[in-house]
C-alpha cells in the first residue's frame, strides 16, 4: 500500500484515523509507503512505532521524504482501540 502526499489527506480527517484506517486494512507483514514532507513523515513514523511497526527505511531529501514500515504481528489489548493506543504514544512525545 502507498500513499503520496498524506498531507492532503490530513486537510479532509486527522492523521490517528488515517492510521487507524491504515491498520485496520494493512495485513501482517504488509508493507505501507509513504511520500510525503518531512513534518508528516516524522508523525507517521512515531505513530507507526507506537503500533509496533518495523520501520524499513527513512530517506529525505530537500524537505521531502519516505517511510516504507513493515505491519507486525501486535495487537492492542481488548480495552484498547488501535486509536486509543496512537493517541496515547503522541502524549507521551
Request: charged share 25%; aromatic share 6%.
Amino acid at each position: 500500500m502507498m500513499i503520496h502526499l498524506f498531507s492532503a489527506l490530513k486537510k479532509r480527517c486527522s492523521l490517528v484515523s488515517v492510521m487507524a484506517e491504515v491498520d485496520r486494512i494493512l495485513i501482517p507483514q504488509g508493507t505501507f509507503i509513504v511520500s510525503d514532507d518531512m513534518e508528516k513523515i516524522g508523525e507517521i513514523e512515531k505513530m507507526v512505532e507506537s503500533l509496533k511497526w518495523n520501520v524499513i527505511m527513512t530517506h529525505s531529501r530537500y524537505e521531502k521524504g519516505v517511510i516504507s514500515v513493515q505491519k507486525s504481528w501486535w495487537s492492542p489489548t481488548e480495552v484498547e482501540t488501535i486509536t486509543s493506543a496512537i493517541a496515547s504514544e503522541r502524549e507521551l512525545v
